[in-house]
């Protein structure tokens, strides 16, 4: 460094120290340029706290999503274990009402087992039944066939049994009592006679069976009903003939011992060769105005249209 340099330099200094004022005063302006720098500078630290608070909020936000995710998860959970829980116990309440409905079915075969084995044995009991009815109705048949083919010869002694003076003597018993005791012995037969028709707890099955046995019970009831009237009618029939031959006999003989009823010439061939035989009857009306006086054979002849 020179001299001049060295003595200028203070003045330079000098100038240089007037001169800083200068310049000071001349950059004030800058100074007042700070707020904006400083503005500037808080700009991004606005802009990061708004970033803070959205990150914030977003992460706030993602916890109330994961929460209610999780709480819908757990009713979710809540829900199938609780159908789960409900399925068990409908299929344990199944299980139950199967078994139940097996042991039930298992009962109502054996009974429908029983009532078809009962079915059976009634119904092969009523074959056999049938069958000897068939059996007693054929042998009965064939006895009155035989009987017919083979008549028994005439019998005319009537001896008397104790058997028929019984029971006339308890219908004179019977004629005697009043019409009180008839009904009273009247109901005490049909009671006795009469069985309770007991149908309680039958099936459709049974009680179809049970009305076919009543018709079938009230179809053989009919029908000795009927064979009885009948037989009834027969005896009535025949008693009245017998009546009325007890009469001609009677009258007969009157007739004989009087000395009339019979012509001389007329000759009975039956007394003539069965000792005891009653007399002949009048095939004639005693109402007729001309009683024929014919012989049989007489008559026979006549019908053959052949001399006598």
Do not use: C, W
Not at 147 to 169: A, C, D, E, T
């Amino acid at each position: 460094m020179s001299d001049d340099e060295r003595g200028a330099s203070p003045e330079k200094e000098e100038e240089q120290a007037g001169d800083e004022p200068v310049q000071e005063e001349e950059e004030a302006p800058p100074v007042e340029e700070a707020p904006q720098a400083a503005k500037q500078s808080s700009g991004p630290t606005e802009a990061m706290r708004q970033m803070e608070e959205a990150k914030q909020r977003r992460s706030e936000r993602e916890q109330e999503e994961l929460k209610e995710y999780e709480e819908m998860r757990r009713a979710e959970k809540q829900a199938e274990e609780e159908e789960i829980r409900k399925l068990k116990e409908k299929k344990e309440r199944r299980k139950i009402e199967r078994a139940e409905e097996e042991k039930k079915q298992a009962e109502q075969r054996a009974v429908e087992e029983a009532r078809r084995k009962a079915e059976e044995e009634e119904r092969k009991r009523k074959k056999e039944e049938e069958l000897r009815i068939k059996q007693e109705s054929r042998a009965a048949a064939m006895k009155e066939a035989d009987r017919l083919r083979n008549p028994p010869k005439p019998n005319f002694i009537i001896s008397k049994k104790g058997g028929s003076v019984g029971n006339v003597v308890k219908a004179k018993e019977d004629m005697t009592k009043s019409k009180e005791q008839l009904e009273e012995e009247k109901k005490a037969i049909l009671t006795q006679r009469i069985h309770a028709l007991n149908i309680d707890g039958f099936s459709s099955d049974q009680l179809t069976e049970k009305a076919k046995d009543l018709y079938n019970q009230i179809y053989k009831l009919e029908s000795e009903k009927y064979d009885l009237e009948e037989r009834f009618k027969r005896q009535q029939y025949d008693m009245m003939e017998l009546a009325e031959r007890a009469r001609q006999m009677n009258k007969g003989g009157r007739d004989r011992r009087s000395g009339g009823g019979y012509d001389d010439d007329v000759v009975d061939e039956i007394a003539s060769k069965i000792p005891g035989a009653p007399p002949m009857v009048k095939l004639a009306s005693k109402y007729e105005r001309k009683v024929d006086r014919r012989s049989v054979r007489e008559k026979m002849a006549m019908f053959s249209n052949q001399p006598a």
